[in-house]
Every structure is written in structure tokens, then in C-alpha cells.
């Protein structure tokens, strides 16, 4: 059975007139978070795209590269988007459920933020009220402004390598390589897999990875 007809199954089960963030309290154990996971990441980024106004085809497209969502899955997939974006409750309400869900501190809630800026730099714009939605998100899970800053600059351009590696300039060598090989490890598709997230989103973790290495290569051409 596809995660996709996993996520079908879990949005039907929903009560009429059940918000959509409800499945979040019925998907708690590690099997069923994976499935949270890809629902949290799409229903969030549904907020998100109301919070600049507009849905455009870079952002779907996003979420299919994100997620590999094949043909016969985008009813699905869209159904959930329209679900998000329907509901009146706001993505505070999103966000508190999908923390709770997984737990404070658990690290697949710096995954989810990442893969809201993976769709929210999809069409190359960073927009002012995006980076606003998602301080929101990243407060309301718990995760500091260092950290927010961190993912942050794997994304958006001219991004600060010392901040990709979670570190500032006066940083030694030494701090930046132990940095570096330990987001190494963090970022292998196993880890991931094994913190809650679907195997159809590892495509975020290629993605982190090129930023990672790319501002170790900087750091080490910038300091020769």
C-alpha cells in the first residue's frame, strides 16, 4: 500500500466537520508518522501559500519533488492541499498538533521546516510574508532563532556558509569539520527514515546535503 493511499485512507477517516489537523492526534506512533509527516508538510505549506497570496506551479511543483508524487496520486495529494486551505483554523493550530505529535526537541520538526522552505523557495522568491509564516512555525515548535537561521541559509540566496554549518566566523577549523561531518551523518537518508520521515522525502535531504558541503568547500577556499 503507497503512502498515498495511506494519507486517502487517514483524510477519510476524518468525522464530518472534523478539521483536518485532527488526524494528527490518530497518527502518533512511529509507523503512522511517517504518514503525518507528508501531511503536516503539505497542509502547512497550504497555509503558507495563502500567506503570500498565491499558489503557483513552482510550488506544486515542489511538492511533487519533494514527495514523488505520481500521477495517480495528485488527486490525493490536492485533496489534502484544498483540505489545509479550506479550513478555517490557523496554522498555529497545524503547528501545535504536529509538535505535539512528535514531541518537543524531536528532530524531524527541523525536516518539516526545511521542507517548507524547499516549497517556499520553489519559484526563487523569498517573500517577506513567508519568512514571517515560518518564524511563526519554527517558534511554535520550538526551535531558536539559531537554528531557524541555520535551515534558513540552506536555502535562501547568498546564504552565510558559516550559518549552513551552524557556526559563525570566529568558529576554528576544527569546530567547522566536526560541524560539518556531523550534519554529514544527520543528513543520510537512514536517519531520516528512521526520525518519522517518509521515504518519499529524502529528496530534501540531497538537497541539504549540497548546501552543507558546498559552504564547507567555501570555508576552506575563503581560509585557504
Not at 497570496?53 to 519533488?65: P, S, Y
Not at 508524487?69 to 493550530?93: H, P, S, T, Y
Not at 541555520?150 to 540566496?157: A, E, G, K, L, Y
Amino acid at each position: 500500500m503507497s503512502i498515498w493511499t495511506q494519507i486517502t485512507a487517514a483524510v477519510s477517516a476524518l468525522a464530518k466537520g472534523e478539521p483536518l489537523s485532527a488526524v494528527f492526534a490518530q497518527l502518533r506512533t512511529p509507523p503512522e508518522r511517517s504518514i503525518a509527516f507528508t501531511i503536516a508538510v503539505i497542509a502547512l505549506g497550504a497555509k503558507m501559500a495563502k500567506a503570500d497570496g498565491l499558489v503557483t506551479r513552482d510550488e506544486v511543483m515542489a511538492f511533487r519533488e519533494v514527495f514523488q508524487i505520481a500521477q495517480e496520486d495528485e488527486a490525493g495529494a490536492a485533496k489534502v492541499f484544498n483540505l489545509a486551505r479550506q479550513d478555517v483554523a490557523g496554522f498555529e493550530d497545524y503547528a501545535t498538533r504536529v509538535r505535539e505529535m512528535f514531541g518537543a526537541g524531536h528532530e524531524a520538526l527541523g525536516d518539516l521546516l526545511e521542507g517548507l522552505f524547499h516549497i517556499a523557495m520553489a519559484d526563487g522568491q523569498y517573500h517577506p510574508n513567508e519568512d514571517e509564516f515560518l518564524k511563526g512555525v519554527a517558534d511554535i515548535f520550538g526551535l531558536g532563532e539559531r537554528e531557524f537561521r541555520q535551515i534558513r541559509s540552506r536555502f535562501v540566496p547568498e546564504a552565510d556558509p558559516y550559518s549552513v554549518l551552524g557556526l559563525t566566523p570566529e568558529a576554528s577549523m576544527e569546530e567547522l569539520r566536526a560541524a560539518w561531518k556531523t550534519q554529514v551523518q544527520e543528513s543520510h537518508p537512514d536517519r531520516l527514515v528512521a526520525r518519522g520521515l517518509p521515504e518519499e522525502a529524502i529528496k530534501m535531504a540531497e538537497k541539504r546535503m549540497v548546501a552543507i558541503n558546498r559552504a564547507w568547500k567555501d570555508i576552506k577556499d575563503a581560509r585557504g
